[in-house]
């Protein structure tokens, strides 16, 4: 493991000064990222691919977090909100996405601080460092961060002091296939594969309204997903929904041991109940190999056949929709210049990836840390927020936003503060669900709470 410079930044190189920090990304953590350097007078600008705040959680803000307002408020941007007369929301409720970014994230990004500096439209392509491919090391910790970004018009470069990459991965699904692989197949069926976490209950409904839907994956994505449809089919007669797994059981959404979060411990029992009654066929030990199209008879309706191994022989499946609720992946395309050590398996920083084993950890057995275990072999460069978790499904919301206090301190040059890391979390975890009965709201995926 390559020895890293853990000392804080004193005075920096001549060609730094002057220059922000820059965010990537402004949702939740890259946001709170803002805000805590904004606490510390620190220059920054925030990159946003989307065209507002918390672009990738309105993506599923039919989804009710299962985690409470207290777990999901970073403290030094309640701190600057509540200065403005902000009113937090009251801290056992439970927000939806939606109404995650419409009571905190659209407010702490309006603040003075804050608004002036965000970039709508940016989509970071590369970072790398001005006139230094990742192969040349002298003078490397002194040359500018350089990011090459797109905008609607057309790509250009930005120059900064320090990067912090809370660009998350739901836009990065893992792979359909259980080799990692997409599917043979996928191209010329890629309209019928949806993302995770569609909202069947409203604004997709008529997609999966009286249709058959094959759900992909054995997590907490999945499960919510199964639950909406199976609400979906007590009024709309003719909806089927299988659940494909690869492995013998989906363990870790069906076992829920002394959660301090009830929402989340009765997901696992809710889907068992409706595989049980055959409301959900379950199709376990399923490895999909390749997708195939079905063109429907006088016009109709496309269809996919699944065909997967299955013990020692081939099993096929015939759905109308695939839901891919594999997972996601960190996109680790754009820091191809960038000095990185990551774990192996979890493709998380390396320091962090043995406190974060989805094998070993839940959401609330993940150890506090900060910029030490997020420090990489570029001095300045941090992966922080749900990216830094690679493809573990156990981060939250609490945890990425101790995560940027810290190396804000850090940035700042307070030492002592960077390295005090603490976070007291629920006992398994604040990830996401609904509480409410079936039929009543969307529910959620993995821990994103």
């Not at 939806?96 to 970014?101: K, M, N, P």
């Amino acid at each position: 493991m390559t020895l890293l410079d853990l000392t804080p930044p004193r005075q920096l190189a001549s060609r730094l000064q002057g220059l922000p920090v820059a965010i990537i990304g402004a949702g939740p953590i890259g946001l709170a990222a803002a805000a805590n350097l904004a606490d510390r007078g620190l220059d920054f600008v925030v990159l946003e691919a989307g065209d507002r705040v918390g672009a990738s959680v309105e993506q599923w803000g039919h989804i009710r977090l299962f985690s409470p307002w207290k777990h999901l408020v970073d403290p030094v941007s309640r701190r600057l909100l509540a200065e403005t007369g902000w009113v937090e929301p009251p801290a056992d409720s439970l927000p939806t996405g939606a109404e995650l970014v419409e009571a905190f994230l659209r407010p702490l990004a309006a603040l003075p601080a804050i608004a002036s500096r965000i970039r709508f439209g940016v989509a970071v392509t590369d970072v790398t460092r001005e006139g230094m491919d990742r192969t040349r090391t002298a003078g490397r910790a002194q040359a500018p961060f350089l990011l090459r970004v797109s905008t609607a018009d057309g790509v250009e470069e930005l120059t900064a002091r320090a990067v912090i990459d809370a660009s998350g991965t739901y836009r990065t699904p893992n792979r359909l296939g259980s080799s990692g692989l997409d599917p043979l197949g996928l191209p010329e069926v890629a309209d019928l594969v949806g993302h995770a976490l569609p909202d069947v209950l409203g604004r997709e409904r008529d997609a999966f309204a009286r249709r058959r839907t094959v759900v992909v994956g054995a997590g907490h994505s999945a499960a919510n997903t199964l639950l909406n449809l199976a609400a979906l089919a007590e009024s709309e007669p003719g909806t089927r929904v299988t659940w494909v797994i690869r492995n013998a059981s989906a363990a870790r959404v069906t076992t829920a041991p002394d959660d301090e979060l009830p929402a989340r411990a009765s997901i696992g029992a809710r889907v068992d109940a409706l595989v049980a009654e055959g409301r959900i066929e379950l199709v376990d030990r399923f490895e999909i190999v390749r997708l195939g199209r079905v063109e429907g008879d006088a016009g109709g309706a496309a269809s996919v056949r699944i065909t997967g191994r299955r013990g020692d022989g081939l099993e096929t499946i015939e759905a109308d929709r695939i839901v891919n609720a594999t997972g996601f992946r960190p996109d680790l395309e754009m820091l191809r210049e960038i000095r990185l050590e990551l774990d192996d398996i979890v493709e998380a920083p390396k320091r962090l990836a043995p406190l974060i084993d989805p094998n070993v950890h839940s959401c609330g057995t993940v150890e506090p840390h900060g910029f030490a275990e997020l420090t990489q072999p570029e001095r300045d460069f941090f992966i922080v927020g749900m990216k830094s978790y690679g493809r573990a499904p156990t981060f939250l919301l609490a945890t990425g936003y101790e995560q940027v206090r810290s190396i804000s301190a850090w940035l700042a040059g307070d030492a002592a503060s960077a390295r005090n890391v603490e976070l007291v979390l629920p006992a398994t975890g604040v990830c996401s669900t609904d509480a409410a009965p079936a039929g009543s709201g969307s529910v959620g995926g993995s821990c994103c709470g």
